[in-house]
């Protein structure tokens, strides 16, 4: 290992920014994108399901 | 008789085609998907881990380059992503057109915010690269124009589908503005030979590569990463396109219990 102490490793050999402003970058992208997908499946889901009660209301009103 | 025994095979096969493409429908690719989602996020901690361990522990500091150039282990998987992901939503988008198949259509829809998150990070990335080694944030070099272009094609798509309100004639615009596309796709692998360009020629070469061993296999465990990410995040995506585009049907109403 090339790293000599925990301040050597975050330094990057003067090249702090960049580096560390690409993986930064991917990191919270690639948090954010998942994120957003299940967002995305949980909203469809619930208005699914909100369709569904609206249905079972509408077809108890009918009958009664 | 030989000729009879043909047709009956041909009839066979087609028979057998057309059992798989209904096996591959909206109602039995959505649980299939959610079943393979976890697996995908699985591959792509350990290869991640592991990418990152040799990224920054195990690759040793390049002679010329000093710590800069570590950014390759998530610029080179970016980048090659963002170019794969394009071809295989191509791909989809144009068997949506030719066959008619709807998950084909979706997959390809929801491929697309992914493959344009990969060339947003490959240009990102690139850029982060630029400045300390060449000067500039961004040059206009074919390599760098092209990759411009697929992260707007990339846009371009997904703009001319949310643009169009009946869905299977949003895939069918979309799916020929992503085959026109592809053409550049080869432009930008070719373009650092094609032209002389400021970014530099592909150091990974299977028989004599320019880099150190350990430096490649930070790379390919990297792009393997991004590679599953990409799959399980476009199953779940895909899994809210089917429910989006099949709420009216009764097998979504059963599923969303």
Partial sequence: MQWHSVGEFFAMGGYALYV??????????????????????????????????????ESQQRTR | ??????????????????????????????????????????????????????????APTDAQQGEGYRIIFVHVPASWMSMFIYLVMAFWAGLGL??????????????????????????????????????????????LTSELILFFLYLGFMALQ??????????????????????????????VKWWNTLHQGSSVNLAKSSMATT???????????????SIAVALMRVRAIILERERHTEWVKHAVA
């Fill in chain 1, 20 to 57: 560390w402003g690409s993986f930064g970058a991917c990191a919270l992208l690639m948090v954010a994108e998942p994120f957003l997908a299940r967002r995305r499946l949980i909203e469809v889901r619930r208005s699914l399901i909100r369709e569904r009660l609206a249905d079972e209301l």
């Fill in chain 2, 215 to 229: 430096m490649l296999w930070g790379m390919l465990l990297m792009a393997l990463a991004f590679w599953m990410y």
């Fill in chain 2, 162 to 191: 949310a643009a169009i309100d009946d869905p299977r004639r949003a895939d069918k615009a979309g799916a020929i503005l992503a085959l026109v596309g592809v053409v550049n796709i080869p432009i930008i692998y070719f373009s």
């Fill in chain 2, 98 to 143: 030719a066959l008619n198949t709807r998950v084909s259509s979706m997959m390809a829809q929801a491929l697309a915010p992914t493959g344009a998150l990969m060339a947003a990070l490959s240009l990102w990335t690139g850029a982060l690269w630029g400045k300390p080694m060449w000067g500039a944030w961004w040059v206009w070099d074919a390599r």
């Fill in chain 2, 1 to 58: 008789m030989g000729d009879h025994g043909g047709i009956e095979d041909c009839i066979r096969v087609s028979q057998s085609i057309v059992q798989w493409f209904r096996f591959a429908s909206p109602q039995s690719f959505y649980p299939l998907a959610g079943r393979m989602v976890p697996w995908f996020w699985a591959a792509a901690a350990i290869f991640g881990i592991a990418g990152l361990w040799m990224s920054f522990f195990v």
